[in-house]
């Protein structure tokens, strides 16, 4: 099985990396001026690098077969597809 | 990998024998054991079913009179035999929840996907033998908590199979209906883990522990019904198992999820149900048709027809499956705009199954037909289901939706759709396999029989009701007779009458009996059964009936597509995956 | 019941490409991590429509601790390290410190349901209960759900850790990936529940 230290940035680099991320998430709060919807996207943008640190990394998905990346991201495709299909009915009652 | 006693010549009378080879047959790792103990619960669930599917037609036939045989149960259920209001929307509820959760997922999912998948792709068991154990007893912990429901104060769910919200999220809408519908939640997540746990394993196995030569495109089609089934399933259940929790946190907790006077969305909930809940009917429908696909070369000495284009038709179908569940809610107050495409997508997935429907029936054409009963199960599954799928066409449409939802018309195409895959598939697989599961033959009259006397019945019963609900009957209506628009369909006309539909179910709920009777004598004196019946190509009739642990004696080598039957220029009209191929490979 | 008969990893063939080479345990593991994410998918997707068609419900939100939940963010990140260096030490057949850092997760897991405990229990002291509208009530199931997924971790790992102190503790070390990626999928899902529920 594949050793994560021998390629690639070392568990505590990207833990360094994830600690970033979650300061660099709260330090956006700061930024007063900034709409609801902006600092939204943001946080979410900031949240999924810090899952693909996570899935790639750490649960080693870049050294997995290609079907396993389908096998993980079809639910999120699906639960997208979901929440776009439910805007009309949920989100403007 | 062997856990329990060696006896295998013994097992064959497991089923019939108590005693010391009890623990090993309760705990057992096997798939094959453990296949059996789903065929188990669904077969007993379905008595259950069945009996609430007597009481549900009794009053629909003769509202207000005493049931025969349940003079004896206390109130509030019955009222000296008679059913009230309450008690026929329990009954509702129950049969719809019973018979889709615990007779149709463990029949076709547990028990033959469970029994047959690792033999067809050469695997000595499933890939997590002790988490298979663990999904059937959580299935019977389910079936449990689902049946003490029964004998709660005030009874059972009674918010129909589908539980809308909010008449499901609180108790006073429901007369009072407290912990029936509570147990009712817990019992269905109990079951969406069972089959989490069984789908884990048939993804796992089918992908990860095939024998060599067996690549995918030599799979039965069984296993690939079985594999897409296992995936809708995963994906879909996920938004019930959060709803689930969301209508318990309702019930229990004053929560806001679906409750509008809390600020709750009652539509949400059947957005979230019926996005579990289309993928859920091909979750059944596909090993149904999956059963059909292995039967039908066997008994036609044919190759099927399309195999790939049946593989990428499922696919389409499985992946289409997901967007097309508001054709469920057209009335329900969904936004309009989502009414077309909805109707488009819904249309549009029946191309799919057109497809597979027309690849069965090209794969008799030509062939030499044997009317053995599996087969006869498998042309009425068939038949029946036709009918079935071309009235869900007329459904699709939200135009003609909307006059025809909540009427028997549906109550007729649904059960055209679920009968043939669930108990006439289920059938044609337990005669086909029966042999090969427990080592003895039934009896070929006494199944033919049966298989009439069921196809008959059945559509005695469901036949009518498409024009009951045509006439303008609702469902789960307690009384018909309180409107005289419904009046006349009591007993006026010759075939369209409750009256006629309920005779004929009780002929269709008896004539089960001869099932019961060929399976037990065939148990305790039946024939000892060969290892090759039918001379079938597939892995399982390769090893003995029925199969030692392990399986095979040694691990198979695959050289051939799963359907060689009366190959050009062989002298047998079969030819096992197992055989050396020697000329070139298809 | 043998304890060999689970662990034994069952193979029978080659046919497959990667996939029958992958442990089992991964596989499965996967499908079982795809089904969670429909879960937790349907609640984070629920709970957005709802708070946009109810205005942002930032009243509501201004009772929740941010600050407690920043604080396990770390808790719950620096765990997911933890498992990871406890497999590479397993990689590397240092298996008292691979157990080593199983225990830091468990105990940094027992930390995050610590603080959860107390967060709950100061709203609840206020007054905020699921009962308290549609916000509460997203607001508990998504951390409460997240919550027992974080227990169940902590349980698989405390039985793991026994496991692998005993004799026959091989056959269980290849079980530490498994669960350890189903550690990091909880934790993903609160990388998203972080800022859904108490930053944005």
Redesign the interface.
Known sequence: MQDPAHSGPTPVTIWVWLLVLVVAGLVLLFFEEMSHTTITILLMAIAAVKATLVLRHYMHLKAQPAMLYVIAFTPVLLAVVMALILIPDVAYR | MSVHAPAHAAVAHETAHAGSFWRSHVFSVDHKTIGKQYLGIGIGMALVGGLLAYLIRWQLAWPGTPVPGFGWVPEPMFYEGIVPETSYNAFVTMHGTIMVFFVAMPILLGAFGNFLLPIMVGAPDMAFPRLNMMSVWTLGLASLVMLSSFFVENGPASAGWTGYAPLSADATYTADVYWGLNLWIIALMLEFASFLMGGVNFLTTAINMRAPGMTLWRMPLLVWMQLVAAVLFMLSVGPLVAAALMLLGDRTLGTAFFLPERGGDALLWQHLFWFFGHPEVYVILLPGFGIVMEIMPVFARKPFFGYRTVVWATIAAGALSFVVWAHHMFVSGIDPRLANPFSVTTILISVPFSVMVGCMLLTLVGGSIELATPMLFALGTLGTFLIGGVTGIYLGAAALDMYMHDTYFVVAHFHYTLFPSVILGGLAGLYFWFPKMFGRTLNEPLGKLHFWLTFFSFNAVFIPLFFVGLAGHMRRLYDPTQYDLLEPLMDTFPFVSHAFVTKAAIVLIVSQVLLLVNVVWSLLAGEHAADNPWKANTLEWATSSPPPHGNFATLPNVYRDPYEYTPPGSKDDWLPQTAPAAGAAR | ??AA??S?P???????????R????R??M?????????????????Y???R???G?WDAERAHVNARIA?FN??VL??S??T???S??AA?EGLRARARRFLLLTVLLGCVFLGMKSLEYGTEIAHGY???S??F???Y??MTG?HGLHVLGGIVANVLLWIGLGRPGAERLEPRI?FL??YW??V??VW??L??LLY??
């Not at chain 3, 069952?10 to 029958?20: I, K, M, P, T």
């Not at chain 3, 996967?30 to 629920?46: N, R, Y």
């Open positions: 019941m043998s008969a689970a034994e069952l193979r029978s063939g080659v046919e497959g490409g990667e996939f029958a992958m442990p089992l345990g596989a499965g996967w499908w079982f991590l795809a089904s969670e994410v429909m879960v937790f998918g349907t609640l984070i997707a629920t957005s429509l709802n946009v068609a109810a942002g920043a963010t770390f990140l620096t997911s390290l498992v990871v260096l497999l590479q990689h209960t699921p009962a509208g549609p509460w009530s997203y508990y199931l759900l990936e350890g990626l990091h999928f934790d993903v990388i998203f972080f800022p930053l944005s």
